[in-house]
């Protein structure tokens, strides 16, 4: 069946259900819309096409808006009905709709159908969050920590109360013991239980489910963060970070006050320059610009990353594609900076959506155990909206996206993984 004959079907199927809704005699509604009985007899069973006046005229005699009647809304009606009942198909001949009576059940029963899309949309949603819920149990770390805390507190708890009740003849000084222990464990598990619920009711069944880390960032883009509002966070983790991140900005600006900076950045425009003019280190300079964001820098985002590559902070500018914690570009230029420490490297880039930003990488080493301790490296990545201050205008623009898997560049050299956005 070609569109239009399907848009006839739905036009007049629709026709005919409403006049019989209304128990209107075929010849009264044929009269009053200046047609023939014979024609609007055909028009019922789609034979005749009917056009956009005589619909007009029709809905006005059947006391329905012409929108009811009319082609285009039906046919996106009857599109949405098939894709909801479509995947019945996969569970066998028997339980198969028949689709090609999509258009007669939609116009004869348009409540049962408005029902069954609901149901299927409904239905749909709960599926996206079980698997959201299943790949966030694989993949949550406080998440793991936390459900392995409360089985441990729990075996801890019954093997206690076993020994308790089953020996008789348990010394004093060891009932004692087990009884400390058994008081210890029971508040480890309550502490522990309470911890877990509310970070469980912080997920929103038809919203982002926030890992520690972006529960922070999120609270950090809110608005102003401080002491009192960190503590309205869900989980016990989130509210560690939030005050270990509090108190590194604290430190900063002590180090390089907003008076000192804004002025500088006005008048230089460069961090480069900004941190010889202040004599301070460019990671501080560059931590603390976007921190700050003075004019000229208004947009400013930052990412900063440890020696493994994992992103301990995520702050970016507007349409800078971010990937979920864990995962990132490996064509971001602040990769490239871990490789050349104490070097400036400005490029840039490009999203496949055509945004282009600016971005300077720099990575430090430092040794904070002393000469006999590991090394640690640290990368951030100034980032600003199209060709700012911190990218030569010289330099060539890096094609980069946010992670593999939903990145849909096909020829990337540093593809890891098949992307869910390209055809198979």
């Known amino acids: 069946m070609n569109r239009r004959s399907l848009s006839h079907v739905l036009t007049g199927t629709r026709i005919r259900?409403?006049?019989?809704?209304?128990?209107?005699?075929?010849?009264?509604?044929?009269?009053?819309?200046g047609i023939s009985p014979a024609y609007l007899n055909?028009?019922?069973?789609?034979?005749?096409?009917?056009?956009?006046?005589?619909?007009?005229?029709?809905?006005?005699?059947?006391?329905?808006?012409?929108?009811?009647?009319?082609?285009?809304?039906?046919?996106?009606?009857?599109?949405?009905?098939?894709e909801a009942v479509a995947r019945l198909a996969d569970d066998g001949p028997d339980a198969a709709p028949e689709l090609d009576q999509a258009p007669e059940f939609l116009a004869r029963f348009p409540g049962w159908a408005a029902a069954l899309v609901a149901l299927a949309r409904r239905s749909e949603a709960l599926e996206r969050q079980l698997v959201t819920l299943s790949d966030r149990m694989t993949q949550d770390p406080y998440l793991l920590t936390t459900l392995h805390e409360v089985l441990s507190a729990v075996t801890s708890v019954r093997s206690t109360a076993s020994i308790l009740a089953e020996e008789s003849e348990v010394p004093d000084e060891w009932r004692h013991r087990f009884r400390a222990n058994l008081d210890e464990d029971s508040l480890r598990l309550s502490n522990t239980a309470q911890a877990l619920v509310a970070y469980l009711d912080s997920f929103e069944a038809d919203g982002a489910i926030f890992t520690p880390q972006e529960e922070v960032e999120a609270w950090m883009a809110a608005g102003t963060p401080s002491i009192e509002a960190a503590r309205d966070l869900a989980s016990d983790a989130g509210r560690l970070l939030a005050r270990t991140h509090l108190a590194r900005l604290d430190e900063e600006t002590a180090a390089l006050p907003d008076a000192v900076l804004a002025p500088a950045a006005r008048e230089e425009g460069d961090p480069l320059r900004i941190a010889a003019r202040l004599g301070c280190p460019l990671d501080l300079v560059m931590r603390r610009l976007a921190a700050l964001r003075p004019p000229g820098f208004e947009r400013a985002g930052l990412l900063v990353c440890d020696g493994s590559g994992a992103l301990t902070l995520r702050r970016p500018a507007p349409g800078f594609p971010l990937p979920r914690p864990g995962d990132a570009c490996p064509l971001w230029p602040l990769y490239q900076a871990l490789g050349a420490p104490q070097t400036a490297i400005s490029h840039?880039?490009?999203?496949?959506?055509d945004r282009r930003f600016s971005t300077l990488s720099?990575?430090?080493?430092?040794?904070?155990a002393g000469i006999g301790g590991p090394v640690l490296s640290?990368?951030?990545?100034?980032?600003?909206?199209?060709?700012?201050?911190?990218?030569?205008?010289?330099?060539?623009?890096?094609?980069?996206?946010?992670?593999?898997?939903?990145?849909?560049?096909?020829?990337?050299a540093a593809r890891?993984?098949?992307?869910?956005l390209l055809a198979r």
């Open 348 to 353: 840039v880039v490009v999203t496949p959506e």
């Open 17 to 33: 259900e409403r006049r019989l809704a209304l128990s209107r005699r075929q010849a009264d509604v044929a009269r009053a819309a």
């Open 378 to 412: 640290r990368a951030q990545m100034l980032i600003l909206p199209g060709d700012g201050a911190a990218a030569s205008p010289a330099s060539a623009a890096i094609p980069i996206g946010s992670s593999c898997r939903i990145c849909p560049r096909a020829d990337c």
């Open 42 to 82: 055909l028009i019922e069973h789609n034979r005749r096409p009917v056009g956009p006046e005589l619909v007009q005229r029709l809905a006005k005699v059947l006391e329905v808006p012409s929108d009811e009647l009319a082609e285009g809304r039906e046919e996106a009606r009857i599109a949405t009905l098939r």
């Open 416 to 420: 890891r993984e098949p992307s869910i």
């Open 362 to 368: 720099f990575a430090t080493r430092s040794q904070p």
